[in-house]
């Protein structure tokens, strides 16, 4: 597969893109979905409730964060995570607008 050419795209359709790729691994959904619920930093406890490995987890985390979706902060041995406000008002407004203007009253084929 060769190289995508960003460049034909608007901000908007590359932004959009990049950060459908970041979430697109349900143990992210449930990571977020688990954030979001807590509303607070949340240290550990993300293993528990995923019931994935450590090491696999700390992978999905570092996606979260590398996208810039999630926030972490060490705290003694630990790392603690919550959502990162911005990125996620401006994950809503995207996806929102994206789907707003589908119409689906008649079947297209």
């Not at 795209?9 to 979001?36: C, D, G, S, W």
């Not at 509303?39 to 406890?45: H, I, K, L, T, W």
Request: hydrophobic letters at 40%.
């Amino acid at each position: 597969m060769g190289a995508t050419k960003t460049e034909l795209f608007t901000r908007q359709q590359n932004e959009l893109a990049a950060m459908a790729k970041a979430i697109a691994h349900p143990a992210r959904i449930a990571i977020l979905q688990y954030l979001v619920k807590k509303n607070a930093c949340v240290c550990g406890d993300i293993v528990e409730e995923l019931g994935l490995a450590q090491a696999t987890t700390s992978q999905h985390l570092k996606e979260l964060k590398n996208a810039g979706i999630i926030q972490g902060n060490i705290d003694g041995v630990s790392v603690c995570y919550c959502i990162e406000p911005k990125a996620w008002k401006q994950y809503k407004e995207l996806f929102t607008a994206f789907f707003k203007d589908v119409d689906l009253k008649g079947s297209c084929c």
